[in-house]
């Protein structure tokens, strides 16, 4: 099983940045994918980013590209997730997940405990 930690969530005005990070621990070998989704009450969870593990192949969501970047560093076992440019409709609890496919379905293996991002206007 993998453990996954997120934190960098916050408060942060509209056209600010915050980074996300997501520490990985336990068996970290089976990982080959990681991403994060966001989900706000009521709806379903999206897809936001991912990115192979050892490639480094790296995939957005139309309403990231050109502000959101996804990076890892292996040696550490984390990813992150570098927002730019938010905008209030990007609130929302971030989810870290960890998995065997780079896939924009929430169908990874493990899950964070998420992190509160809110952007106000």
């Known amino acids: 099983q993998v453990r996954l930690v997120e934190s960098g969530g916050g408060l942060v005005q509209a056209g600010g940045s915050l980074r996300l990070s997501c520490v990985a621990s336990?068996?970290?070998?089976?990982?080959?994918?990681m991403a994060w989704f966001r989900q706000v009450p009521g709806k379903e969870r999206e897809f936001v980013a991912a990115?192979?593990?050892?490639?480094?192949?790296?995939y957005y969501a139309d309403s990231g590209k050109g502000r959101f970047a996804i990076s890892r560093d292996i040696a550490n076992d984390t990813v992150y997730l570098q927002m730019n440019s938010l905008k209030p409709e990007d609130t929302a609890v971030y989810y870290c997940?960890?998995?065997?496919?780079?896939?924009?379905?929430?169908?990874?293996?493990?899950w964070g405990q998420g992190t509160q991002v809110t952007v106000s206007s």
């Open positions: 997940a960890a998995g065997r496919i780079a896939t924009m379905k929430p169908e990874y293996d493990s």
């Open positions: 336990g068996r970290t070998f089976s990982v080959y994918a």
């Open positions: 990115i192979s593990w050892r490639g480094g192949s790296r």
